[in-house]
């Protein structure tokens, strides 16, 4: 045969192959018809779904193995070859097969059980022990059951839910003390069932058995069966009975609905107990013991006690009593001797003044505080450090008012503490100036200036002189990290504070002195702040070098002002120091210094003596930009008007109505400062720039008085018959504000919820309804609200909220009614849980399992042989079938491979030409 002839013929078949191969396509196509799903019944059997039937198109590959048969290199007979084709074929055939996902429907009864053992600590050893023995039970009686393979799971739970590990006697059952689920003081049997869901295997009944006492602390047993009825699942439980133990139980505290200042009152312990003995309670007001009854013994007896306190609050706000169990004879658990109530307390208002001229002058707060005691107000004088760092100790104060405090007295901490007090409290603050207030104390872009009704970047005055300022920073090694961070920040928030024409320098030392920003305008901020950035910690630490480098380039620069701000971590030598700041010195140069946490206060007062300068020492890297923007304002001192000033009325409002205010005598001075736009201005300097400024901050109200309070600047006010009044004024107008009328509040604790009651009536006995009330939940632990409730109008006059409590203490609450947006009135009370309610019972609650059980169809106090009864039920589940199609094909594989290598029809004849 020629070579053409031979590929004609080559063609030609494979035309054919291709020609079968697509007709198999499409007939397997055609019979398809695009279904996603197709059912067969083969020879009348269980009908077989493929899931996915696009994959049998796979079948027209098989032509292919008998057209080109001809070719073969092999001897066999063409009969084992068709044989081989035949089995090759099948092979793929099966592939298909099994790739089209053949499965069919099957049923069982097979049961599948998961246990939720109760592990809390309301359960108790003997109850645990029982558990264990019950689950044990069950697992002897899943052996002895009449169907195959039955399934059992064990979860236990508390606070948190687990999956029990398994050893070689059975599953490993006990406390939760520690991993992922620790913590025993809680039991949250509706988590513990929705883990349990993913646990059941497919072609098994699924069954729960809730072994536990049934006292939740969190979530609902309830609710979760109908879920689980709707999921299949049947839910049983089984309960043990309580030991009999002796326990002494303190309930809670009861205080009287109004509190006042200085009125005696009761405090009332519900205490329970299963036997009678002699106890002692010890009962502390806030974070002192009781004043009129710090102690008591009694006898109690079986049943519920009540005992009363004598008590009485000195100071108006909030106050805390607890009451401890510290002696007696026998008691289980311990957890539950403690109870905790917080109530509010009226009284006088209580103002915080916090004065930082004491450092200057002891006595330079009396004015002030004698002014406003004689209008009936308490007064806590506090130094410049006495300012709190928290909004829950600032709570109970009325207003705070901060006078002459330089900004790195105050912390980050304490100036958020304040705008928490103001915006989200409702409380008063008052600032006061002097030197070391407003923009000339370093509060320049702070937080402080977030929550004023001005502005601290006051204008230059007329003589305002030229600065230049060099900054020299310690970028030794122990500087590296947060250190060199804050002082880079420093020098930014330096540049920001200094006006465009005044001039600024940056050098860093280690061994050796290295110039960053050679002295230039302040107006190129951006080219200062991108060198700064390139400061990088390194080396020694030496002084010397970057304060000569800093005397030679102040002495090229014409400025009326020249200024260093020394920053340094650690030790340097002394030598030659003392020389060059007094040589600095003579050449009208001063010198400040700041050290940080490492460095020589020995040193660094030396610079500043003899430097005519400050010495800052701090351990808080957080206050490094406050005191160089102080120090900055030092240097400028343009925001300081020293003159005869007359006060003049820029808004006549009600704070100074009644006060003369127009025959008050001049101020001597104050700290010039720039009005908000939202900003009321209520008097004003000679000049026009505010003395009183006030504005809605939040829920509080926060006021600017640019004059001080003292006997410098506010002499010939002190003087003034009218002091007293303006400042009683000012101080009611701006402290935390009353509600016109407030209602009755009563509180309740049941399985964790606290619930609310507001009865709302008017003074003539009428029944308010129709209002807006929401109910805030305030934390005591950072007095914040933490949770704010829509109060529903149940019935006349009747407000209605519960929730849930996220913590264990006491809580302040306070509803606030309103109409038409207006607040018309305030209703305050308090609700405690001292404790887990994992503490609070101590018997099995039997009621909610019972309901359980009612409503998913299982059984209470179920008997493990029960357990694995199917009745009459059966699951049916899809079963793959493609695992034995590919045993299938393995097969056909091995008898190819047998026909490949066995030679079972003899030989081929094979013809060459």
């Given at each position: 045969?020629?070579?053409?002839?031979?590929?004609?013929r080559?063609?030609?078949?494979?035309?054919?192959?291709?020609?079968?191969?697509?007709?198999?396509?499409?007939?397997?196509?055609?019979?398809i018809?695009?279904?996603?799903?197709i059912?067969?019944?083969?020879?009348?059997?269980?009908?077989?779904?493929?899931?996915?039937?696009?994959?049998?198109?796979?079948?027209?590959?098989?032509?292919?193995?008998?057209?080109?048969?001809?070719?073969?290199?092999?001897?066999?007979?063409?009969?084992?070859?068709?044989?081989?084709a035949?089995?090759?074929?099948?092979?793929?055939?099966?592939a298909?097969?099994?790739?089209?996902?053949?499965?069919?429907v099957?049923?069982?009864?097979?049961?599948?059980?998961?246990?939720?053992?109760?592990?809390?600590?309301?359960?108790?050893?003997?109850?645990?022990?029982?558990?264990?023995?019950?689950?044990?039970?069950?697992?002897?009686?899943?052996a002895?059951?009449?169907?195959?393979?039955?399934?059992?799971?064990?979860?236990?739970f508390?606070?948190?839910p687990?999956?029990?590990?398994?050893?070689?006697?059975?599953?490993?059952?006990?406390?939760?003390?520690?991993?992922?689920?620790?913590?025993?003081?809680?039991?949250?049997?509706?988590?513990?069932?929705?883990?349990?869901?993913?646990?059941?295997?497919?072609?098994?009944?699924?069954?729960?058995?809730?072994?536990?006492?049934?006292?939740?602390?969190?979530?609902d047993?309830?609710?979760?069966?109908?879920?689980?009825?709707?999921?299949?699942?049947?839910v049983?439980?089984?309960?043990?009975?309580?030991?009999?133990?002796?326990?002494?139980?303190?309930?809670?505290?009861?205080?009287?609905?109004?509190i006042?200042?200085?009125?005696?009152?009761?405090?009332?312990?519900?205490?329970?107990?299963?036997?009678?003995?002699?106890?002692?309670?010890n009962?502390?007001?806030?974070?002192?013991?009781n004043?009129?009854?710090?102690?008591?013994?009694v006898?109690?007896?079986?049943?519920?006690?009540?005992?009363?306190?004598?008590?009485?609050?000195?100071?108006?706000?909030?106050?805390?009593?607890?009451?401890?169990?510290?002696?007696?004879?026998?008691?289980?658990?311990?957890?539950?001797?403690?109870?905790v109530?917080?109530?509010?307390?009226?009284?006088?208002?209580?103002?915080?003044?916090?004065?930082?001229?004491?450092?200057?002058e002891?006595?330079?707060?009396?004015?002030?505080?004698?002014?406003?005691?004689?209008?009936?107000?308490?007064?806590?004088?506090?130094?410049?450090?006495?300012?709190?760092?928290?909004?829950?100790?600032?709570?109970?104060?009325?207003l705070?008012?901060?006078?002459?405090?330089?900004?790195?007295?105050?912390?980050?901490?304490?100036?958020?503490?304040?705008?928490?007090?103001?915006r989200?409290?409702?409380?008063?603050?008052?600032?006061?100036?002097?030197?070391?207030?407003?923009g000339?104390?370093?509060?320049?872009?702070?937080?402080?200036?977030?929550?004023?009704?001005?502005?601290?970047?006051?204008?230059?005055?007329?003589?305002?002189?030229?600065?230049?300022?060099?900054?020299?920073?310690?970028?030794?090694?122990?500087?590296?990290?947060?250190?060199l961070?804050a002082?880079?920040?420093?020098?930014?928030?330096?540049?920001?504070v200094?006006?465009?024409?005044d001039?600024?320098?940056?050098?860093?030392?280690?061994?050796?002195?290295?110039?960053?920003?050679?002295?230039?305008?302040?107006?190129n901020?951006?080219?200062?702040?991108?060198?700064?950035?390139?400061?990088?910690?390194a080396?020694?630490?030496?002084?010397?070098?970057?304060?000569?480098?800093?005397?030679?380039?102040?002495?090229?620069?014409?400025?009326?002002?020249?200024?260093?701000?020394?920053?340094?971590?650690?030790?340097?030598?002394?030598?030659?120091?003392?020389?060059?700041?007094?040589?600095?010195?003579?050449?009208?140069?001063?010198?400040?210094?700041?050290?940080?946490s490492?460095?020589?206060?020995?040193?660094?007062?030396?610079?500043?003596?003899?430097?005519?300068?400050?010495?800052?020492?701090?351990?808080?890297?957080?206050?490094?930009?406050?005191?160089?923007?102080?120090?900055?304002?030092?240097?400028?001192?343009?925001?300081?008007?020293?003159?005869?000033?007359?006060?003049?009325?820029?808004?006549?409002v009600?704070?100074?109505?009644g006060?003369?205010?127009?025959?008050?005598?001049?101020?001597?001075?104050?700290?010039?400062?720039?009005?908000?736009?939202?900003?009321?201005?209520?008097?004003?300097?000679?000049?026009?720039?505010?003395i009183?400024?006030?504005?809605?901050?939040?829920?509080?109200?926060?006021?600017?008085?640019?004059?001080?309070?003292?006997?410098?600047?506010?002499?010939d006010?002190?003087?003034?018959?009218?002091?007293?009044?303006?400042w009683?004024?000012?101080?009611?107008?701006?402290?935390?504000?009353?509600?016109?009328?407030?209602?009755?509040?009563?509180?309740?604790?049941?399985?964790?919820?606290?619930?609310?009651?507001?009865?709302?009536?008017?003074?003539?006995?009428?029944?308010?309804?129709?209002l807006?009330?929401?109910?805030?939940?305030?934390?005591?632990?950072?007095?914040?609200v933490?949770?704010?409730?829509?109060?529903?109008?149940?019935?006349?006059?009747?407000?209605?909220?519960?929730?849930?409590?996220?913590?264990?203490?006491?809580?302040?609450?306070?509803?606030?009614?309103?109409?038409?947006?207006?607040?018309?009135?305030?209703?305050?009370?308090?609700?405690?849980?001292?404790?887990?309610?994992?503490?609070?019972?101590?018997?099995?609650?039997?009621?909610?399992?019972?309901?359980a059980?009612?409503v998913?169809?299982?059984?209470?106090?179920?008997?493990?042989?029960?357990?694995?009864?199917?009745?009459?039920?059966?699951?049916?589940?899809?079963?793959?079938?493609?695992?034995?199609?590919?045993?299938?094909?393995?097969?056909?594989?091995?008898?190819?491979?047998?026909?490949?290598?066995?030679?079972?029809?003899?030989?081929?004849?094979?013809?060459?030409?």
């Amino acid at each position: 045969m020629s070579r053409d002839s031979q590929w004609v013929r080559i063609l030609a078949l494979g035309a054919l192959a291709v020609f079968l191969a697509g007709g198999i396509y499409a007939l397997v196509d055609a019979w398809i018809a695009g279904r996603t799903v197709i059912t067969i019944a083969p020879f009348g059997m269980r009908p077989v779904d493929l899931l996915e039937p696009d994959a049998l198109k796979l079948v027209a590959i098989a032509p292919f193995f008998f057209v080109y048969l001809h070719w073969s290199l092999t001897d066999l007979s063409f009969t084992q070859q068709g044989l081989q084709a035949g089995l090759r074929s099948l092979v793929i055939a099966a592939a298909a097969l099994a790739l089209a996902r053949p499965s069919w429907v099957t049923s069982d009864t097979k049961v599948a059980t998961v246990v939720l053992v109760d592990v809390s600590e309301s359960v108790s050893d003997a109850q645990l022990a029982n558990a264990k023995t019950y689950v044990d039970e069950l697992r002897a009686s899943a052996a002895r059951g009449d169907a195959e393979d039955h399934w059992l799971e064990v979860v236990t739970f508390a606070e948190k839910p687990q999956v029990a590990a398994r050893d070689g006697k059975g599953f490993v059952i006990g406390r939760h003390t520690s991993g992922p689920a620790a913590g025993g003081a809680g039991s949250d049997i509706q988590s513990a069932m929705q883990l349990a869901y993913g646990l059941y295997p497919p072609g098994h009944l699924p069954r729960m058995v809730l072994v536990t006492d049934g006292n939740q602390t969190v979530g609902d047993l309830v609710a979760e069966s109908y879920r689980a009825k709707e999921m299949g699942v049947k839910v049983s439980s089984k309960t043990f009975p309580a030991d009999q133990v002796k326990e002494i139980r303190v309930v809670g505290l009861e205080l009287p609905d109004e509190i006042k200042v200085g009125q005696p009152f009761e405090v009332k312990a519900q205490v329970w107990s299963t036997h009678p003995e002699s106890v002692t309670m010890n009962l502390r007001q806030d974070e002192f013991p009781n004043a009129l009854e710090p102690q008591k013994t009694v006898e109690l007896r079986e049943g519920v006690n009540r005992i009363a306190f004598k008590a009485e609050a000195k100071r108006a706000g909030a106050t805390t009593f607890r009451l401890k169990l510290s002696k007696y004879t026998s008691d289980t658990e311990k957890q539950n001797n403690e109870a905790v109530m917080t109530a509010p307390v009226k009284g006088k208002p209580n103002i915080l003044y916090v004065e930082g001229g004491v450092m200057r002058e002891p006595g330079s707060a009396r004015y002030l505080e004698r002014a406003l005691e004689h209008e009936n107000m308490d007064v806590e004088v506090r130094g410049p450090r006495g300012l709190p760092s928290s909004a829950k100790e600032l709570e109970k104060y009325d207003l705070v008012l901060v006078s002459d405090v330089p900004a790195h007295f105050l912390g980050a901490g304490q100036m958020t503490a304040l705008d928490t007090y103001v915006r989200q409290m409702g409380g008063g603050l008052i600032m006061a100036g002097g030197e070391d207030s407003f923009g000339s104390g370093g509060y320049q872009g702070t937080k402080i200036e977030q929550i004023m009704p001005v502005r601290f970047d006051a204008e230059k005055l007329r003589e305002q002189p030229d600065v230049a300022l060099m900054l020299v920073i310690d970028r030794s090694g122990s500087m590296q990290g947060p250190k060199l961070e804050a002082a880079k920040e420093s020098a930014r928030v330096t540049t920001e504070v200094l006006s465009p024409n005044d001039v600024i320098g940056v050098i860093a030392f280690d061994s050796e002195a290295q110039v960053f920003v050679r002295p230039q305008r302040a107006a190129n901020k951006m080219r200062i702040s991108a060198d700064i950035a390139r400061l990088q910690s390194a080396g020694g630490t030496n002084i010397y070098p970057g304060l000569r480098e800093a005397f030679e380039l102040l002495q090229g620069v014409n400025a009326k002002v020249k200024h260093v701000i020394l920053l340094s971590d650690g030790e340097a030598p002394y030598d030659g120091i003392v020389d060059l700041v007094q040589d600095m010195r003579a050449a009208r140069i001063t010198i400040s210094a700041v050290g940080v946490s490492g460095a020589d206060r020995n040193l660094l007062s030396l610079i500043a003596d003899n430097g005519d300068g400050r010495l800052y020492m701090t351990d808080d890297i957080g206050a490094l930009p406050r005191i160089f923007m102080k120090e900055t304002t030092e240097a400028q001192k343009s925001q300081l008007v020293e003159d005869l000033i007359k006060v003049r009325v820029a808004k006549r409002v009600e704070l100074i109505e009644g006060t003369a205010i127009e025959s008050a005598p001049p101020l001597r001075g104050y700290v010039t400062t720039k009005p908000k736009p939202t900003g009321e201005v209520v008097l004003i300097s000679d000049l026009g720039e505010p003395i009183l400024a006030r504005w809605r901050h939040g829920t509080g109200t926060s006021v600017a008085w640019t004059s001080d309070v003292k006997n410098r600047w506010s002499q010939d006010w002190i003087a003034w018959n009218g002091y007293p009044k303006f400042w009683a004024q000012l101080v009611r107008t701006s402290m935390r504000r009353k509600v016109y009328d407030s209602y009755d509040m009563y509180t309740s604790i049941d399985d964790g919820r606290a619930k609310v009651v507001v009865d709302a009536i008017d003074s003539s006995d009428q029944f308010v309804n129709a209002l807006d009330t929401q109910l805030e939940v305030v934390d005591p632990a950072t007095n914040q609200v933490k949770q704010t409730i829509p109060m529903d109008q149940a019935a006349a006059g009747r407000y209605v909220a519960d929730f849930k409590i996220e913590r264990y203490g006491s809580f302040l609450l306070r509803a606030v009614h309103k109409r038409d947006g207006k607040t018309v009135a305030e209703s305050m009370g308090s609700v405690a849980l001292p404790y887990p309610v994992e503490y609070l019972k101590t018997t099995p609650d039997t009621k909610s399992l019972e309901q359980a059980a009612t409503v998913s169809d299982g059984e209470h106090e179920l008997d493990p042989a029960e357990a694995w009864k199917a009745t009459e039920e059966s699951v049916t589940y899809t079963r793959d079938l493609w695992p034995w199609v590919l045993l299938f094909m393995v097969g056909l594989i091995v008898l190819d491979v047998y026909a490949k290598r066995v030679r079972l029809f003899g030989y081929r004849t094979i013809r060459f030409e």
